[in-house]
T-cell receptor, first 112, second 117 residues
Framework: QQPVQSPQAVILREGEDAVINCSSS?????VHWYRQKHGEAPVFLMI?????EQKGHEKISASFNEKKQQSSLYLTASQLSYSGTYFC?????????????FGKGTKLTVNP | DAGVIQSPRHEVTEMGQEVTLRCKPI?????LFWYRQTMMRGLELLIY????????DSGMPEDRFSAKMPNASFSTLKIQPSEPRDSAVYFC???????????????FGPGTRLTVL
């Protein structure tokens, strides 16, 4: 089941904040956030694990609500370099070999 | 350190031709993933390998697609025969399944842009 991301797109001015949401219809074990700039490959930002462990980025934070099966990515004081499409990828078990299912992405544009 | 290497970066072919995409994962990584990205469908997982063994190929669209990983440093994705609807960017990614086995960071290659005329 593909996670649902919202909003689909957001436009900001430099310095503004944004929140990107990711929700799943299935229980989540981990949520992974990636950013993709136009014409480039997705780049890892952050992993959030069930139980609260988090690994990732210095200037971007995220939350993981296991009960609601949701994660949110918080971009504060946005910079021009934050522009790109943000994908969440969800994993549903702690299996030895687990795959990620990616949402359709949220396109973020930061203008001067 | 070299990242994930994919070749070719661009491929233009005619319908009906065989296409082979190649991937070299990061040394030491034991999981490899093939994705396809289109505007309509987003980033779709086609197949993934763990320790060179295919684990889940449920995303492979049809029998025209096949993937192999003969050793830890090389994988191929083959489309035969190719069709215009196969046009997309194909990414290869690798990761290391550490400790508890949860999926760790996936490192994506630069992708192969495939155009089937």
């Amino acid at each position: 089941q593909q996670p649902v991301q919202s909003p689909q797109a957001v436009i900001l001015r430099e310095g503004e904040d944004a929140v990107i949401n990711c929700s799943s219809s299935k229980a989540l074990y981990s949520v992974h956030w990636y950013r993709q700039k136009h014409g480039e490959a997705p780049v890892f930002l952050m992993i959030l694990l069930k139980g609260g462990e988090q690994k990732g980025h210095e200037k971007i934070s995220a939350s993981f609500n296991e009960k609601k099966q949701q994660s949110s990515l918080y971009l504060t004081a946005s910079q021009l370099s934050y522009s790109g499409t943000y994908f969440c990828g969800t994993a549903h078990t702690q299996g030895g070999s687990e795959k990620l299912v990616f949402g359709k992405g949220t396109k973020l544009t930061v203008n001067p | 350190d070299a990242g994930v290497i994919q070749s070719p970066r661009h491929e233009v072919t005619e319908m009906g031709q065989e296409v082979t995409l190649r991937c070299k994962p990061i040394s030491g990584h034991n999981s490899l993933f093939w994705y396809r990205q289109t505007m309509m469908r987003g980033l779709e997982l086609l197949i993934y390998f763990n320790n060179n063994v295919p684990i889940d190929d449920s995303g492979m669209p049809e029998d025209r697609f096949s993937a192999k990983m003969p050793n830890a440093s090389f994988s191929t994705l083959k489309i035969q025969p190719s069709e215009p609807r196969d046009s997309a960017v194909y990414f290869c990614a690798s990761s290391s399944m550490v400790g508890s086995g949860f999926p760790d960071t996936q490192y994506f290659g630069p992708g192969t842009r495939l155009t089937v005329l």
